[in-house]
């Protein structure tokens, strides 16, 4: 199937994404990831504001359409069935996802602004494999070292309070009005997203087989 994600910073939409990829066996399509490999890439000649992604994400603003349009372009058509995470952010980018592809199912993961910014700012990372830990909630068995590789846990750039703050507001400036616009889609469904992963995840995996 083709699936998009959406919901705010922190909602959980990559967290479920694996689960979706794994169980479907469809391609996890995330811009974030993409971006996040490619920080540093150069983009001075294509008339943005500043020259790399990294300069846009640190602070938590959108960085370019352009730039994240031949990203998801890319990916797509490589990819048979896909869980599309973290795109589109904006109306134009729905627009010109509009012409990429259609969409089965359209799952919209909400979650209340206070949850967002706890999960966000004691979110920890594996610089190694990617997992995500919590401060509080899902420790690692020995301090600051990831279970699965031995990787060194990190803080994401963009999950300080300042720019978490930023991604949320950003979030409901640009992408909340793109939910609106799928909402009388055919396959769109809403999930609770403020209840325990696993909970959340039965929820999405009984949204996906009532629409396939
Ligand atoms: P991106 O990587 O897409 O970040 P985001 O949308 O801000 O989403 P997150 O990864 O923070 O959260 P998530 O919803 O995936 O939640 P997660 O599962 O990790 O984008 C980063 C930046 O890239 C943007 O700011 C922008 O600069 C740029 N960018 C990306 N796409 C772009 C685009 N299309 N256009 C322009 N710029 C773009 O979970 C979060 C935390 O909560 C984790 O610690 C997790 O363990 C925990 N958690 C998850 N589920 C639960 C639960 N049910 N209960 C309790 N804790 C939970
Ligand atoms: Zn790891």
């Not at 990294?54 to 490589?78: R, S």
């Not at 048979?80 to 990429?100: I, T, W």
């Not at 401060?135 to 279970?147: F, K, R, S, T």
């Amino acid at each position: 199937p083709k699936l998009l994600i959406m919901g705010p910073p922190g909602a959980g939409k990559g967290t479920q994404s694996s689960n979706i990829a794994e169980e479907y066996g469809v391609e996890h399509v995330t811009t974030g990831d993409a971006l996040r490999s490619n920080k540093q890439m150069d983009l001075s000649d294509m008339d943005t504001e500043y020259d790399t992604p990294a300069a846009y994400m640190d602070a938590g603003d959108l960085v370019p359409d352009q730039v994240v349009n031949a990203i998801v372009e890319k990916a797509l058509t490589e990819a048979d069935g896909f869980v599309l995470d973290g795109y589109p952010r904006n109306p134009a980018q729905a627009k010109e996802l509009e012409d990429m592809t259609d969409l089965d199912i359209v799952l919209a993961v909400s979650v209340g602004r206070d949850e967002l910014l706890t999960r966000l700012t004691g979110r920890r990372v594996c610089d190694d494999c990617g997992t995500n830990y919590h401060a509080e909630y899902d420790q690692p068995e020995e301090d600051g070292v990831c279970d699965g590789c031995g990787g060194e846990l990190i803080q994401r750039e963009d999950d300080t309070r300042e720019a978490a703050e930023n991604r949320l507001d950003v979030y409901e400036e640009n992408t909340e009005p793109v939910i609106e616009r799928y909402r009388g889609h055919d396959g769109f469904v809403e999930i609770d997203g403020e209840q325990a992963p696993d909970a959340v995840w039965s929820d999405i995996e009984q949204a996906i087989d009532d629409h396939t």
